[in-house]
């Protein structure tokens, strides 16, 4: 099928690349002429696993390609929207990208009136959809499709070829048959319902993973002051098949693009209906609190922060992603900082993005050198380059042998065993 893509970020370029894979042909838009052009040249704008590969090999086969204009894509019989749906100053979705993208949508329409489908794959309030069907109504033969993604960075690629279910929000059966031509070969349950249940099973879904780490966040609290050991607890509760254990991790704090906007939109959402979501709310005090709670565990360790060199690993929300985007990270940063602390930081990614923000930090280009005259060494982000160290060099360059581990991702008890002080999240 021929598709067009609008917005080449994380999902629309994932999106584009793994449709030109299943043999349709792509055409991806982006209102970033830079990005379009490095697209164009083979190079992936974004760090995701294995995307820049295959971005090449579609361009080889002449099975993508890159444009700023949305009408050269007259042929186009699927239109995805994949623009971003940012937290906006008041905490809703801001839906000006999505607005924008509609009315290209339309313009194209006018230009070429085809029978197509209009797939929204941005995460957008509930409503929206059916109110993007009736704006285009005026556009006879388009169908509005609600599709929301649920691939994760990191994997992106990955997710997008082997996804966990698809859910299809249409109101006419030619959009759905369309859809299941579009992604036949995907083995994946489908749920075909309407546009507003497809919107609200992606915020639900986010919301209630985003539960889940704040649960255990809260729990790691009370394992320190219990003398208990969250990691063990997690691992107890996670082989209950009702509870199961993805994302039980305690640390410090979820990040990243979508759980703290989507979050925040969904409370805004059911406010705007007078209906109060009390636990979300908490879960989202919870993860503020959380980098705050962990920093005040350093403090104890060292009352005065002032001077001391702390060393902080992996500045990207999580691995895998040049994503800094609510990363803890700058949280953890901006407390150290503010304490006085000199910070070397060190991402195989990120540091670039995180230096914008911070330039008086210091970055370094391998994980060691950051624990160099270290009075601590605090891990952000689990990147493996962040966690296979040599500790012994570590051990003998470090001031204070003291390790903050802010993903229970440090092998622990060998640690003490070699001699230095570790402290995990929640664990004795
Ligand atoms: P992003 O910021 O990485 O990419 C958005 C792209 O859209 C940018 O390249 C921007 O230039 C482009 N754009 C904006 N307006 C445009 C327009 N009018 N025409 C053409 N291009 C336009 O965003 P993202 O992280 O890919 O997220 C996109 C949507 O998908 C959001 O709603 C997000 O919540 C949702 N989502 C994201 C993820 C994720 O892992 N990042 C996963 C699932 C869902
Ligand atoms: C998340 C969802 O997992 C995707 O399904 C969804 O499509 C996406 O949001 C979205 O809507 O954008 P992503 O944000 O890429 O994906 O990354 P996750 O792996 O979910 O991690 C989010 C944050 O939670 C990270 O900061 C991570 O470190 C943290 N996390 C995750 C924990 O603290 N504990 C865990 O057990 C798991």
Known sequence: MKVAVIGTGYVGLTTAVSLAMKGHEVLGIDVDAAKIEQLSNGRSPIYEP????????????????????????????????????????????????????????????????????????????????????????????????????????????????????????????????????????????????????????????????????????????LSTVLGTDVTVVSHGMGLDSRIGPQFLRAGVGYGGSCFPKDTIALLKLANQHGVTLGLLEKVREVNASQPVWFIEQLAQKIPDLSGKRIAVLGLAFKPDTDDIREAPALRILAALQAAGAVVSAYDPIAAKAVAALFPDAEYVTAPEAAFVGAYAAVLVTEWQECVKLDWKLIKEQMERPLLFDGRNAWPGDELKKAGFEYQGVGRS
């Open 50 to 221: 294995g995307l820049d590969q295959v971005l090449l090999e579609m361009l080889g086969q002449s099975k993508i390609r890159f444009s700023t204009k949305l009408l050269e894509a007259k042929e186009a019989q699927v239109v995805f929207v994949c623009v971003g749906t940012p937290e906006a100053a008041d905490g809703e979705a801001d839906l000006s990208y999505l607005h924008a993208a509609l009315q290209d949508i339309a313009s194209l329409h006018e230009h070429s009136p085809v029978e197509r489908i209009v797939v929204i794959k941005s995460t957008v309030p509930v409503g929206t959809g059916d109110w993007a069907a009736d704006s285009l109504r005026r556009c006879n033969q388009l169908h509005v499709v609600s599709n929301p993604e649920f691939l994760r960075e990191g994997c992106a690629l990955e997710d997008a070829l082997n996804p966990s279910r698809i859910i299809v929000g249409a109101d006419s059966e030619e959009a759905v048959a369309v859809m299941q031509t579009l992604y036949s070969g995907l083995s994946a349950p489908w749920v075909i319902t309407t546009r507003a249940n497809a919107e609200l099973i992606k915020y639900a879904s986010n919301a209630y993973l985003a539960a889940r780490i704040s649960f255990m966040n809260e729990l790691a609290r």
